[in-house]
């Protein structure tokens, strides 16, 4: 921001992730050790996801992060709980890693409008997967998307030696394939529909730790298989795909997601999805968010300051 070199005539109504009232408001439950930001550490004034990487005593997603999939967890309210970090930096809104966060569920809140229209009371919150940006659309409308029109779905699978301990995978010894994030998983004594979350140590995609979907597991060690889908995406590119992305398309298996990069970095190329139904070359398409329940409670252009609320009108 550099040395301040003007002054407004009026006052900023409010500073991005500030409650926009006194109403009730409520909080995203958590147990004992969560929430705590993720690796990345979580930004003030956006929504965040719950991670199951690990999970507090309770069973409970204990990490949250400013990415991930699906519906967000909460909102992060403005709490000066922004830390500067950079020599020489003068603001933040970056809660760094391993500091406790709590998140809303409910609630009045001053939002910044990220989108390229502008906001008007009634319409309904989008949330970014990559980032937990905000902006407001009407509802029903179709969030940003990424496409491929010659993009295909095939199956992939993986065998491996393992034990399972809570929530921690440990693989020992790989017969074939690859761990990727996503993969369903089944052997004996295994939850049924427990996937890999994210790994956690070891050799990329092979012998390490990884977390799982499905805590407090006792499992000995046994031959673990796992199954998980392969997306090319060709054809006209339009858009970038990424982790977290749901895709629809012909014959694609509703909340079929992205949860690895494989050769694609965005563009043309694989990506690990996390249903391995077989989807011949058709037209598939990315989500790049997500329509929330949340509101707009005021206008705003891209770029200003709205009201976001939980709330229905009326």
Not at 148 to 164: E, L, M, Q, R, W
């Amino acid at each position: 921001m550099g040395f301040q070199t003007q002054v407004g005539y009026q006052p900023a109504p409010a500073v991005e992730g500030d409650f926009a009232s006194t109403n009730p408001r409520a909080t995203v439950l958590a147990g004992p050790g969560g929430l705590v930001c993720g690796a990345a550490g979580v930004i003030v004034g956006r929504f965040a996801w719950a991670s199951s990487s690990y999970i507090d005593a309770d069973g409970a997603p204990a990490v949250v992060n400013s990415f991930g999939s699906g519906a967000p967890t909460g909102f992060v309210h403005r709490e000066q709980q922004g830390l500067i970090l950079t020599y020489l930096q003068e603001s933040t809104m970056l809660v760094p890693a391993g500091f406790p966060i709590t998140l809303f569920d409910a609630g009045d809140f001053w939002v910044k409008n990220n989108g390229s229209t502008q906001a008007v009371p009634g319409m309904k919150a989008f949330v970014a997967f990559a980032d937990g940006k905000i902006s407001f659309a009407a509802a029903g409308s179709a969030a940003g998307t990424a496409s491929g029109s010659a993009s295909s779905i095939a199956a992939g699978t993986s065998s491996v030696t393992g034990s399972i301990a809570g929530n921690v995978l440990t693989v020992t010894a790989v017969g074939s394939g690859t761990v990727y994030p996503g993969t369903t998983i089944s052997g004996t004594g295994v939850a049924t529909g427990t996937q890999i979350v994210s790994q956690l140590s070891g050799t990329a995609g092979g012998i390490g730790t990884y977390s799982v979907s499905i805590p407090e597991q006792t499992v000995a060690s046994t031959a673990i298989s796992g199954t998980y889908g392969i997306l090319t995406v060709g054809g006209t590119v339009a858009g970038t795909f990424g982790v977290g992305q749901t895709l629809s398309g012909t014959n694609v298996v509703a909340g079929t997601a992205i949860t690895a990069l494989g050769t694609g970095t965005g563009g043309a190329g694989t990506y690990i999805v996390n249903n391995n139904t077989v989807v011949a070359s058709t037209a598939i398409t990315g989500a790049t968010g997500v329509e929330t329940k949340w509101f707009c409670r005021s206008s705003g252009l891209p770029g200003e300051l709205v009201k976001m609320s939980s709330r229905a009108q009326g």
